[in-house]
């Protein structure tokens, strides 16, 4: 039971987190359905928009969790259009799964709902020893997500609906062992290979395109040839580290944090007691109540007469199951560890032995007994001394970044036609650069690889009437605004500026197409029974034993029908040339130990589960005419 009151915040907090945030806008089963915010629609799930402004919210959510969880993440990540994507793809997942559970007539009865919560270890341990749920606890740990205990109930029950849309596909999928086996044999397998790879370069020699190969291959790729969009800039960066280096601190205030961190110190002195608990929950009538203490105090005057004896009534009269049995020993606890009541009764005690009067807390009362103090050994000034100037330093410098930070915010707007006054009211370099790009460059860090400063950059207002940026957040405690000097928009090069890049193109073009001809052309050949001459010596290949084979020739050769030996396979590989392969013999994979075998089997069976989710997934889709207005970013958007 005590147990309990030093841990089931945390406990109960992780569960509520786990039961309600990760759907952090899922307003329940029938949510989706309410009146959205007038804005742009950016997807519709079952003719139900999603707005613009709920994919930012939503997104918004989404980062300042990453962000607290990954505090030392570079900025950019989270400005990433790749990162956004994933937010609306997340958010468009959640109303489809809604939208099926409302269509199904998905629902958890009272009774299954009954029996579930009373089976979740956090709903367990807010029971008193009565077997009532403690209700005033429950009421301040769900007020504090802005809920209310009935509120926490149907959100539950609308978790546990939804989850049933895909469980009834995940958790009754199986694979047998031999499809499993087969399955891996087949991926894992190997095959005995030689090949002759036509290269592109083998080929440039016999290329020279003329002009108007040239002049073709440059119109019908003119997106290929546009310079982008660049300015050149003025930016001002607010750092905290810079603040940092510029913070003074005199002896005095170092001897003065020092003291009160010696205090904090002392305050932190860990106490060991017993206890014994006489309970009482605060649901239990006054007369309850009364008799209850009425057996504490009594307790307390057998304990005064024999001090010696407080483990024994512990274990024979302490209501308090998680320690009666040890004596009602609590082992070291520390400030904040207990119920107010309890922890100011028990720092009251001066010296080890002492007894507290009876101490009523929600859960009853309490006779507390000091067992030992494990005090904290002080360090002197002289040996503190670094970490505590760091600490001031620190300290002082975040107070200092707050009062810039508001500053530095109000003048960039206020005086958006230059950033020299805010330079100069708050010491700041106005630094430049030259021929920046709305997209950062992969690689580049601080403001320069912020998207969300380039995009505020490049905005139209500040492009076209030279105005300050706002005040744009690039990492922790840190803040930067700019101001376009000069601009160039995008535009497509002249032929003569890209002429020789051009050339270069058409010869690679026309090479690798020389390339897959002749190769196509001796695979023919050897297909119909022509002996093959140049082919490499015989090797084996596999996923994981590639030989330096590019992926797609391993995948052809492991491809290949192997129902007649030798096999040939032709590989198209592009810009890269022409590969033609030769499988002479198909061998099993390398034996691998039981364990592994069976860890695969098992591995196996959850891809084939998650596979059959997801395609059930993309069915659901398709059944409520899913669309994403927003085109998906390439991969590089995770860089910017």
């Known amino acids: 039971m005590f147990d309990f009151v030093r841990k089931n915040t945390k406990f109960l907090m992780i569960v509520l987190f786990l039961l309600i945030v990760p759907s952090f806008v899922l307003l329940g089963v029938e949510g989706y359905t309410r009146n959205q915010e007038r804005s742009e629609t950016v997807a519709v799930v079952d003719g139900q928009k999603i707005t613009a402004a709920e994919w930012d919210n939503a997104h918004r959510a989404q980062v300042d969790r990453m962000r607290a969880s990954m505090p030392q993440m570079d900025a ?17 997942r959640q109303r489809v799964i809604a939208a099926a559970a409302v269509q199904r007539h998905l629902t958890v ?63 009754t999928a199986f694979s047998t062992s031999e499809d499993a086996r087969a399955a891996l044999e087949a991926y894992f397998g190997q095959r005995e290979i030689q090949r002759m790879t036509f290269a592109t370069a083998d080929f440039a020699a016999k290329v020279n ?82 008799k209850a203490k009425a057996h504490a105090e009594q307790l307390l005057a057998e304990l005064k007469a024999k001090p010696d004896s407080f483990a024994d009534v512990a274990r024979k009269e302490s209501q308090d ?4 049995a040890q004596g009602g020993d609590l082992d070291f606890v520390t400030r904040g560890a207990m119920v107010k009541p309890f922890e100011d009764a028990l720092f009251a005690l001066k010296n080890k032995g002492d007894l507290s009067g009876v101490v009523e807390s929600e859960f009853g009362y309490h006779i507390i007994k000091l067992t030992d103090i494990k005090a904290v050994q002080p360090k002197s000034f002289e040996q503190m001394r670094a970490q505590l100037e760091e600490q001031v330093r620190t300290e002082e410098a975040q107070r200092e970044y707050a009062k810039a930070a508001e500053t530095f ?57 030279k105005r300050n940026t706002q005040a744009i957040e690039i990492g922790s405690n840190q803040l ?43 695979l023919q050949a050897w297909q119909g029974g022509e002996a093959a001459s140049g082919l490499s010596t015989p090797v084996t290949v596999s996923r994981t034993a590639t ?34 392969i030769k499988v002479n ?27 059959e989710s997801q395609a059930y997934y993309d069915w659901l889709k398709k059944q409520l005419k899913v669309e994403i207005k927003v085109a998906k970013p390439t991969l590089g958007g995770l860089n910017g």
């Open 76 to 92: 950019s990540f989270f400005d990433s259009p790749a990162l956004r994507y994933q937010t609306l793809e997340s958010l468009v």
């Open 109 to 171: 009865p009272d009774a299954q709902l009954a029996r579930l919560l009373s089976e979740d270890p956090a709903i367990a341990s807010l029971r008193g020893p009565d077997g009532k749920i403690d209700m005033d606890r429950l009421r301040a740990i769900t007020g504090s997500q802005g809920m209310t205990p009935d509120g926490f109930v149907e959100a539950m029950r609308g978790q546990l609906a939804t989850q049933q849309v895909l469980g009834a596909v995940t958790n």
């Open 209 to 290: 395109p003329g002009d108007a190969d040239i002049e073709q291959y440059y119109q019908t790729h003119l997106d290929s040839f546009r310079a982008p969009e660049q300015a050149s800039i003025e930016y001002l960066v607010l750092d905290i580290d810079a603040l940092r280096k510029n913070v003074k601190i005199s002896e005095a205030d170092l001897r003065s944090y020092y003291e009160q961190n010696q205090a904090q110190a002392s305050a932190a002195a860990e106490r060991r007691a017993s206890h014994i608990l006489i309970t009482a929950p605060a649901s239990a009538s006054a007369a309850d109540r009364e």
């Open 321 to 324: 199951p998680g320690s009666a």
């Open 409 to 465: 915010t109000n003048m960039v707007y206020e005086q958006s036609d230059s950033l020299k006054p805010t330079a100069d009211a708050l010491g700041l370099e106005i630094r430049t650069a030259q021929n920046i790009h709305p997209t950062p460059i992969p690689g580049v860090q601080g403001v320069l690889g912020s998207a969300g400063f380039l995009q505020a950059v490049f905005d139209a207002d500040s492009v076209q009437n």
């Open 480 to 522: 930067a605004a700019g101001r376009v000097v000069s601009h160039t928009p995008a535009r497509t090069l002249p032929l003569a500026d890209v002429r020789d890049t051009v050339r270069q193109r058409v010869i690679n073009t026309q090479a690798a197409e020389l390339a897959r001809k002749e190769g196509a052309a001796r």
């Open 547 to 580: 030989q330096n084979l590019q992926p797609k020739e391993v995948d052809a050769a492991l491809r290949a029908d192997a129902g007649k030996l030798p096999a040939w396979v032709g590989v198209d590989l592009g810009d890269g040339g022409y590969s033609v």
């Open 585 to 611: 013999a198909v061998q099993p994979r390398a034996a691998v130990s039981a364990e592994q075998a069976t860890a695969e089997v098992s591995q196996f069976t959850q891809v084939w589960a998650s596979a």
